[in-house]
Structures are given as C-alpha cells and as structure tokens.
C-alpha cells in the first residue's frame, strides 16, 4: 500500500517572476487586466502540471495569489474596511490592489494600504486584516472555485487551500480607536456562514479533500482560542460532510494546542516534522484513528537537500503506528518560502547544486520518499542520497578547520569592551569632540539610476575595475561634501558601493553562494534572491575599510564605518542546517570582528554594525526567546567588542517596538543606537519613559518611508518630544534608517531642516 504525497502551497511567481512583471506592467498602465490573468493561469497551469508530473496526490489550488493570500481571504469573505468604497458584490481588481498598495490620491477616493506585517517567523508579508465590532462578512469572491475549476478543466483535481477561520481572525486586527477589549473571535459567528458556504461551493464541484491552513497554532494559544477552533471545525464538518478536512499546522509544535487539535472533527492533521522534532512521537501516540497525518519531512523553509535516511526512520516509525493508509508525505510547509527550481541555476557548481533542493526538486524528494517507503523505488535513489549527504558533511569547501579553531578559542572577554560604557564616553566625547545632540545619517544615500548603471556596466564587463572604482570616488567625494555643507557632525561614505547590505558582505565572505534566479516572494510583486550560507563563514580580505578611508580623507569630522551585523546575515540568508544557526552566527560575528578592528586599524573612530533583523529573529513562542536573545546578543557583541574603547560602536534596528526585548538591545551594549521612531513618537515614549536605556540612542526625526520633506519645526517637535524620556548628553538626532530609496531632491532639503532642528533643539533649555 502506498502512502499518498501531499503538498501545502507552490510558489506563486513563477519560475523567472513572470507574476512580478506581469503584476509591474498591469500597474503602470502597460498591461491589460486581460493580460494579467493570463499570465497568472499560465503559472498556475505550470504549477498543477508540474506537481502531477512529479507525483504529488494531493495537489493544492487556491495557493495562487495575484498579491497575497491573506488579502484573498479578506476579499473571499468581503472583510473589506470601508474607505475603499466597495459596495457588495464581488470585490474587483481595482479595489484588490487598492487594499494591497492604497489608492492614489488622484481618485476621488484614497485610501491607506492595509497594514502589512510578517507572516509568522518567515520574510514572507501578508496584507493585515481590519476588523471593526460591527463587522459582517459576505462572499464576495469566487476564487477558490474558480481555481479548483481551472485544474479541473485541465484533468487535475486539487485540493483547495484555505487560511482557517481561527488564523484569518487572529492575524487580523481591530484598527485602535474601536478595539477597547474587543476579542476578534466574537466574530466567528459572523465569519464562519462565509466559510460554510464557500466549503458547500466546493463539496458541490467535486472537491473531496480541503485543507484548512491554521498557522496560529504554532502559537500557544488561550482556552478561548481552544473553544473557537473547536466549534469552528465542528460546524465545518456539519456543513459539508462529503468533504474531506485536512488541517494544515506549520513553523512549530502545537505544543499545548495538541489535545484540542487531536479533538478536531477533521480527516487529516498536517504537522512540520523538520520543526517539531520532538513532538512526533507524541502525535503518533495521541493520533485518533479518525484521522491521517500528513507528515512534514522535507523542509520547506529552507533550500537543502533532504536526508533520507533519517526521514525514512521517522516515517517508518509513523508507518508502523498509523498503517500506510493513514500516512501522507509532505514538505513541513508551503513550499512559497524557497525557490521555484534549480533547473534555471547554471552558474551553480554541481557539488553545491547536489546538496540543494529548491521547490520542485523537493516535491521529487517527497514522492522519492514515498517511492521508498513502499519499496517500489530502485535502491540507488538511497545510495546516492546518502553519497550526496556524505559529500557535504565531509567536504571540505563546508568545513574549514582554521575557522573552527577560532570559534574554540572565543573567550570570555571577548564579549566584552574593555571598559563598561561610562569610561568609553569620556574617551570618546575626547577622541570625537562632537557637539550636544549629534547630528548623523543611518548610512546609505541615494542610490539613482546613474548608480544602478553604472554597477551593472561594471557587472557586465563594459567599464573596468578602475573605471568603476574612479566613478565610486567621485560619488563619495560628492556626499562627504554635502554632508559639511548640510553641517552634519558625524558623515558617511554613502554606501553607493553596495546593491544590498547582506548580499554586499556575503559576496565577499568565504561560505556563501549566490544563485542566479534563487527568488522567494517577500510581498506582492517583490521578491528577494537570499544568499545560501553552506560553510564556515570567514573573511579573507577587508571588505570595507577602501571607501571607508577614501571618505575620511577627505574630512576632519569622523566618518562613520558601516557593517551589516550577524544577526541580519543570518535572518536575511538560507542558513546551512548542519549545525546550529547561533554557531553560524557566531562565525559571521567573528568575520565582522575582523573588519572591525580593521576600520579601527585604518583611523576610523565610528563604527556601525547595523541588526535590523535582529527582532525579526524572534522565535515564535516566548519561551524560547531567552535562548535566541542570549546567542544573538553574543553575537553582536563579539563582533563589536574588539576595539579600544575610543572608538564609538553604533547600531541600528528599523523599529522601536522593542518593548518587550528592551534589556537584549541594552545588552548589545553598543555605544549609540539609531532607531526608526517618526512615526511611532508614542510607543517611542512608553519604552523610554520605563527604562532607563543605559547608553545613547537617536530616534530618528524624519521618516524616510515618505517623500514628504519635514520641516524644521515638525523635527523640532520630534527632539523635544524625546528629551522628555532621554537625557540630553545621551540624544543623537538622525533620520529613521538609510536614504537609498529616497530622491536627492528630498535628501538635500531635508537633512538641512534636520540640522537646523538640532541647532535649534540645542538652544532649548529643557
Ligand atoms: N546602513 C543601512 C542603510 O543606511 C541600514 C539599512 C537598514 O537598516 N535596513 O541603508
Ligand atoms: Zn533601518
């Protein structure tokens, strides 16, 4: 007997983001809707096609998103809030996208986007859902028939996906001047007809199986959370008894959500094998004989190779419990987080292309897996598994014996600056000469199109190193002299030099590799190429310190060094699995370590080491906060504590919700900090006003996300709204992150205003 394959979700771009340029031109005006849809049937063809070829049983549809399936629940269900103007019905194209990205003010309506935040602990953005007290909910679209449909057509019978009742609710939000103590759960009545009809829809065009995505149980959820999902499921089941329910979990245990799941009126549990390692056998146990288990063994979230040896013990073992007819075979998760193939990789080496697997080779690896349970696959499928597994543990491109040794040899003072941060000030106020609130950038400006061309000439050959370096210079000499001019008091070489803060760094770090078409969805029709870390990370030659010294040249004030911190290397690369992600961040820490001291070695006296993804980091429960915060802080501080105590350590993290970290930012221990702060003056406040932060910080005065220009007055505001919760000696002023995406034109004038409102800021007396 045969166990049967199932996947979760196929990305949704396309195998060369035929969505994003389809999407791009739809926007500007360029393409038809028309046009649009076509191209959204034709990946969504490819996808089912593929899938069957390969041998997928149970294959998902409604997976597909024109922008993001968060949003294409909002729409399903119309929880559509009403400054878009929708009138019932089903919501158009127009209004779609209007949720996703706001309509422009030249409509008679404008309208804010929804809110978009991160799809539990992936880089993946959905579309936050707006509810109100009052809210009522109507289908209003037909997209997942449609969908389901579709493949029918082309004699491919899917199972449709759906985000759950309970996840749909808990990820949305109650906008705060109506949500006093209301509780989005008392929406589900409302909210589960919807659901009903919708899974009646589909039980009446032949659907036999339907998958309830519910990822919030990957979170530890309250009683009454327990009760909603109980009596969710139970009215599902009533409403269309023909239909087979699979409930998807995914990202982590369930934890002390299991009893309840296991209760669930549902055909089938989904579980991610690769993130709750030590809760199988307690499912396998509890396991009702109601229900199948689809079993997530192949990552999902990253890009390796699976082991199949150990797979097969864990399977077996699930076979042995619940009989092959109870058994499904899976990736942990959607396959959205990893790239479409490795087909369209031909600058890859072979021996790294070995050890990796994108989504559609994983989809083999799941019906290779089943082949093999079952015994029907030829033997060489695991001999030359267990050779590739082999060839990665052992080679010696992944293991580099000099970078182990200095991992061994980390000591505790490492760790540390030689002197706590009172003594650092004075030498530094010495060393800097810097005047009350300091003025300074977050590090990049921007980055135009001349720019651009210039780095792709050079890529492609058509300018030479030289050429391109004479370019770099002048750009620098351009920006440290505005700088003066604006009157800044701590500069910056203007980062022109990079694409990107990670893939700037890993390109010149031993360790990493960079595909060529390795794009994830991040949001809607942006997509990110992360960098795939495979070995032991180490630098062979400085990666900074040439532009950093041309900048300071060229000025007596201080430029700042800027480095991307460990933490952010790690979030924003696929990380090798082979060890744990706190030892590769301790490798990166040391890689940065040594750039560090080499800055300091070449008279820079600023350093900055940028973690904006250090939140981001974040485990999903709090429980295991402590052990990531206390590896991550380690982290950063080794690579930041190699220096004299002179020299000044800046950070910088693109958020001030950090409430709830506030001691781990503190035990950074870094010299300054800047934050994003604008725009959040409020929670900004409310941190600061309960603790004291030990050392300086400059919440920044002007937010960068908006072309708008602040004026003087308005930073003024922002300063003195500050120092109500932060000494003055301790007060930086900066913008809320780095200029690249901004325009000279907005650039110039408002870094004047800022400078303008230090100088009146420092007048005040308060
Ligand atoms: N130094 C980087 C810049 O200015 C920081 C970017 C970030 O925090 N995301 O662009
Ligand atoms: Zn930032």
Same mark, same amino acid.
């Given at each position: 007997?045969?166990?049967?394959?199932?996947?979760?979700?196929?990305?949704?771009?396309? &195998?060369?983001?035929?969505?994003?340029?389809?999407?791009?031109?739809?926007?500007?005006?360029?393409?038809?809707?028309?046009?649009?849809?076509?191209?959204?049937?034709?990946?969504?063809?490819?996808?089912?096609?593929?899938?069957?070829?390969?041998?997928?049983?149970?294959?998902?549809?409604?997976?597909?998103?024109?922008?993001?399936?968060?949003?294409?629940?909002?729409?399903?269900?119309?929880?559509?809030?009403?400054?878009?103007?929708?009138?019932?019905?089903?919501?158009?194209?127009?209004?779609?996208?209007?949720?996703?990205?706001?309509?422009? $003010?030249?409509?008679?309506?404008?309208?804010?986007?929804?809110?978009?935040?991160?799809?539990?602990?992936?880089?993946?953005?959905?579309?936050?859902?707006?509810?109100?007290?009052?809210?009522?909910?109507?289908?209003?679209?037909?997209?997942?028939?449609?969908?389901?449909?579709?493949?029918?057509?082309?004699?491919?019978?899917?199972?449709?996906?759906?985000?759950?009742?309970?996840?749909?609710?808990?990820?949305?939000?109650?906008?705060?001047?109506?949500?006093?103590?209301?509780?989005?759960?008392?929406?589900?009545?409302?909210?589960?007809?919807?659901?009903?009809?919708?899974?009646?829809?589909?039980?009446?065009?032949?659907?036999?199986?339907?998958?309830?995505?519910?990822?919030?149980?990957?979170?530890?959820?309250?009683?009454?959370?327990?009760?909603?999902?109980?009596?969710?499921?139970?009215?599902?089941?009533?409403?269309?008894?023909?239909?087979?329910?699979?409930?998807?979990?995914?990202?982590?245990?369930?934890?002390?959500?299991?009893?309840?799941?296991?209760?669930?009126?549902?055909?089938?549990?989904?579980?991610?094998?690769?993130?709750?390692?030590?809760?199988?056998?307690?499912?396998?146990?509890?396991?009702?004989?109601?229900?199948?288990?689809?079993?997530?063994?192949?990552?999902?979230?990253?890009?390796?190779?699976?082991?199949?040896?150990?797979?097969?013990?864990?399977?077996?073992?699930?076979?042995?419990?619940?009989?092959?007819?109870?058994?499904?075979?899976?990736?942990?998760?959607?396959?959205?987080?990893?790239?479409?193939?490795?087909?369209?990789?031909?600058?890859?080496?072979?021996?790294?292309?070995?050890?990796?697997?994108?989504?559609?080779?994983?989809?083999?690896?799941? @019906?290779?897996?089943?082949?093999?349970?079952?015994?029907?696959?030829?033997?060489?499928?695991?001999?030359?598994?267990?050779?590739?597994?082999?060839?990665?543990?052992?080679?010696?491109?992944?293991?580099?014996?000099?970078?182990?040794?200095?991992?061994?040899?980390?000591?505790?003072?490492?760790?540390?600056?030689?002197?706590? #941060?009172?003594?650092?000030?004075?030498?530094?106020?010495?060393?800097?000469?810097?005047?009350?609130?300091?003025?300074?950038?977050?590090?990049?400006?921007?980055?135009?199109?001349?720019?651009?061309?210039?780095?792709?000439?050079?890529?492609?050959?058509?300018?030479?190193?030289?050429?391109?370096?004479?370019?770099?210079?002048?750009?620098?000499?351009?920006?440290?002299?505005?700088?003066?001019?604006?009157?800044?008091?701590?500069?910056?070489?203007?980062?022109?030099?990079?694409?990107?803060?990670?893939? #700037?760094?890993?390109?010149?770090?031993?360790?990493?590799?960079?595909?060529?078409?390795?794009?994830?969805?991040?949001?809607?029709?942006?997509?990110?190429?992360?960098?795939?870390?495979?070995?032991?990370?180490?630098?062979?030659?400085?990666?900074?310190?040439?532009?950093?010294?041309?900048?300071?040249?060229?000025?007596?004030?201080?430029?700042?060094?800027?480095?991307?911190?460990?933490?952010?290397?790690?979030?924003?690369?696929?990380?090798?699995?082979?060890?744990?992600?706190?030892?590769?961040?301790?490798?990166?820490?040391?890689?940065?370590?040594?750039?560090?001291?080499?800055?300091?070695?070449?008279?820079?006296?600023? @350093?900055?080491?940028?973690?904006?993804?250090?939140?981001?980091?974040?485990?999903?429960?709090?429980?295991?906060?402590?052990?990531?915060?206390?590896?991550?802080?380690?982290?950063?501080?080794?690579?930041?504590?190699?220096?004299?105590?002179?020299?000044?350590?800046?950070?910088?993290?693109?958020?001030?919700?950090?409430?709830?970290?506030?001691?781990?930012?503190?035990?950074?221990?870094?010299?300054?900090?800047?934050?994003?702060? $604008?725009?959040?003056?409020?929670?900004?406040?409310?941190?600061?006003?309960?603790?004291?932060?030990?050392?300086?910080?400059?919440?920044?005065?002007?937010?960068?996300?908006?072309?708008?220009?602040?004026?003087?007055?308005?930073? @003024?505001?922002?300063?003195?709204?500050?120092?109500?919760?932060?000494?003055?000696?301790?007060?930086?002023?900066? &913008?809320?992150?780095?200029?690249?995406?901004?325009?000279?034109?907005? @650039?110039?004038?408002?870094?004047?205003?800022?400078?303008?409102?230090?100088?009146?800021?420092?007048?005040?007396?308060?």
């Amino acid at each position: 007997m045969k166990c049967l394959t199932h996947n979760l979700g196929f990305p949704r771009i396309g &195998p060369h983001r035929e969505l994003k340029k389809a999407l791009e031109g739809f926007w500007s005006g360029k393409l038809t809707e028309a046009t649009l849809r076509a191209a959204a049937k034709t990946i969504r063809e490819q996808n089912w096609r593929l899938q069957k070829n390969t041998g997928i049983d149970l294959i998902p549809s409604n997976d597909f998103s024109l922008y993001d399936h968060v949003l294409d629940t909002c729409t399903l269900v119309g929880a559509v809030p009403g400054r878009f103007g929708w009138r019932g019905g089903n919501v158009d194209l127009a209004t779609y996208f209007a949720m996703a990205r706001g309509a422009a $003010s030249s409509t008679d309506s404008a309208a804010a986007p929804l809110e978009m935040t991160k799809w539990l602990d992936t880089n993946y953005h959905y579309l936050v859902p707006e509810f109100h007290p009052q809210q009522t909910f109507h289908l209003a679209s037909t997209k997942p028939f449609d969908e389901f449909n579709e493949a029918k057509a082309l004699g491919i019978e899917t199972v449709p996906v759906l985000l759950g009742p309970i996840s749909f609710l808990l990820l949305g939000k109650v906008p705060t001047k109506n949500s006093q103590g209301f509780d989005r759960l008392s929406l589900l009545p409302a909210l589960l007809p919807v659901y009903e009809t919708v899974l009646c829809r589909l039980e009446s065009f032949g659907a036999r199986w339907v998958q309830f995505d519910e990822p919030m149980l990957a979170l530890d959820l309250d009683s009454t959370e327990h009760t909603a999902l109980q009596s969710a499921y139970t009215r599902l089941r009533l409403a269309a008894p023909a239909v087979k329910l699979l409930l998807a979990t995914y990202f982590g245990e369930l934890g002390k959500n299991l009893p309840t799941t296991l209760r669930l009126p549902v055909n089938a549990l989904h579980i991610d094998a690769v993130r709750a390692p030590r809760e199988l056998a307690e499912v396998l146990e509890a396991l009702p004989h109601s229900m199948a288990l689809s079993f997530g063994v192949v990552d999902g979230r990253n890009v390796w190779r699976n082991d199949f040896t150990g797979s097969l013990k864990l399977l077996e073992s699930a076979r042995e419990k619940l009989g092959a007819e109870r058994l499904m075979i899976s990736p942990s998760c959607s396959l959205l987080h990893v790239p479409v193939s490795l087909k369209h990789e031909t600058k890859l080496d072979a021996e790294l292309k070995n050890w990796l697997a994108f989504a559609e080779e994983k989809l083999t690896e799941v @019906v290779t897996l089943a082949r093999l349970l079952e015994g029907a696959a030829s033997p060489d499928a695991l001999a030359q598994n267990r050779a590739l597994v082999r060839s990665r543990r052992e080679s010696s491109r992944a293991h580099d014996p000099a970078v182990k040794r200095r991992c061994e040899k980390i000591a505790a003072g490492d760790f540390q600056r030689a002197s706590p #941060y009172p003594a650092r000030r004075r030498l530094q106020e010495a060393a800097l000469r810097l005047p009350s609130l300091p003025t300074t950038t977050i590090g990049s400006f921007p980055q135009t199109e001349n720019l651009r061309a210039a780095r792709a000439r050079f890529r492609k050959a058509q300018s030479t190193r030289a050429e391109y370096e004479r370019f770099l210079e002048d750009e620098i000499r351009r920006c440290v002299q505005l700088q003066e001019e604006i009157g800044l008091d701590v500069l910056v070489h203007g980062e022109f030099e990079r694409n990107d803060m990670v893939e #700037y760094f890993g390109g010149q770090m031993n360790g990493f590799a960079f595909t060529e078409n390795g794009w994830v969805q991040s949001y809607g029709s942006r997509c990110v190429k992360p960098p795939v870390i495979f070995g032991d990370v180490s630098r062979p030659r400085p990666m900074t310190v040439r532009w950093a010294k041309f900048a300071q040249s060229l000025t007596d004030k201080p430029v700042k060094g800027m480095l991307t911190g460990p933490i952010t290397m790690l979030q924003w690369s696929f990380v090798r699995d082979d060890q744990p992600r706190s030892e590769t961040a301790r490798q990166l820490a040391l890689a940065i370590r040594e750039e560090v001291a080499d800055l300091e070695a070449a008279g820079i006296r600023i @350093v900055q080491i940028d973690e904006p993804a250090l939140r981001e980091g974040l485990p999903l429960r709090k429980a295991d906060w402590p052990d990531y915060l206390k590896w991550s802080v380690e982290a950063f501080r080794l690579a930041a504590s190699g220096v004299k105590d002179e020299t000044q350590i800046h950070t910088h993290m693109c958020y001030c919700e950090f409430n709830d970290i506030i001691d781990s930012i503190a035990a950074l221990d870094a010299d300054v900090i800047s934050i994003e702060a $604008s725009r959040s003056r409020m929670e900004l406040l409310r941190t600061f006003a309960a603790f004291r932060y030990p050392n300086e910080i400059g919440p920044g005065v002007w937010d960068i996300h908006s072309p708008r220009v602040p004026n003087v007055d308005e930073m @003024v505001q922002l300063i003195r709204a500050a120092l109500k919760v932060i000494p003055r000696e301790r007060l930086w002023v900066n &913008p809320d992150c780095g200029l690249k995406t901004r325009r000279w034109e907005e @650039v110039v004038p408002a870094l004047k205003n800022l400078v303008a409102a230090a100088q009146s800021a420092r007048k005040l007396n308060s």
